[in-house]
């Protein structure tokens, strides 16, 4: 069974220019997190969706920061524009419901 | 608010090694208390769980006792093995409708032969 798959895997922008992220989640599984991982630090959540519905958004930095999960299934996270701040590892996760949440590799994002 | 503390890192030790990782907890309620590991170039992944008070969970070698009493959920693994480098995050989801975890910030784990 294939796991969550991000793309792409590294990305790097000069800042201003906007940025997104595609998670597919495992097939069946319908709550999908975004985590943001900064250097040295443990993830935090960004955004929980359930199904198609964004459940808990209230991390997400509405000012540059968008998600989707159009049709419940793949997401997209964007940021637009970014900054040198938002160098980091974008991780997504999947889970069915409340159970055991399983991460995707992470796209690591570089802004100059 | 609700937070995970670990110790800092980088723990090196020689193969065969014990391995204990401290991890504390501050939580309203009774979370779930995960680790997980994330090997170089991997995702996160679970590396086991306990639920409730004195559970204990084991996976790989390694264990991990939920000790209410003192708001800790320490990792620990007999002998370490090179293979077991990685960086490894103790983790607590306060309440199982939402589903969010809480991190710490990590420990990496090197271990050399």
């Known amino acids: 069974e294939a796991g969550v798959v991000q793309s792409p895997r590294y990305k790097i922008i000069e800042k201003k220019q906007p940025v997104a992220f595609w998670c597919n989640p495992i097939s069946g599984h319908n709550t999908l997190y975004w985590y943001l991982q900064n250097l040295g630090q443990g993830p935090e959540l960004l955004i929980r969706?359930?199904?198609?519905?964004?459940?808990?958004d209230s991390q997400l930095p509405k000012d540059r920061f968008s998600a989707e999960r159009l049709k419940g299934v793949d997401s997209t996270l964007k940021i637009q524009p970014a900054e040198l701040g938002d160098s980091a590892v974008y991780l997504c996760a999947s889970s069915l419901g409340r159970g055991q949440a399983f991460f995707g590799q992470g796209t690591r994002l570089t802004v100059v | 608010g609700d937070s995970v503390t670990q110790m800092e890192g980088p723990v090196t030790l020689s193969e065969e090694a014990f391995l204990t990782i401290n991890c504390t907890y501050t939580a309203t309620g009774y979370p779930s208390l995960f680790w997980y590991v994330q090997y170089p170039g991997e995702g996160l992944q679970l590396l086991l769980k306990?639920?409730?008070?004195?559970d204990k969970g084991s996976n790989k070698g390694f264990e991990a006792t939920y000790r209410k009493e003192t708001t800790s959920f320490h990792l620990e693994k007999g002998s370490v093995q090179v293979s077991d480098s990685a960086v490894y995050f103790c983790a607590l989801i306060l309440n199982s409708n939402t589903g969010k975890l809480i991190f710490g910030q990590g420990t990496t784990l090197q271990v050399k032969p």
């Open positions: 969706y359930e199904n198609e519905e964004a459940v808990d």
């Open positions: 306990a639920t409730k008070a004195d």
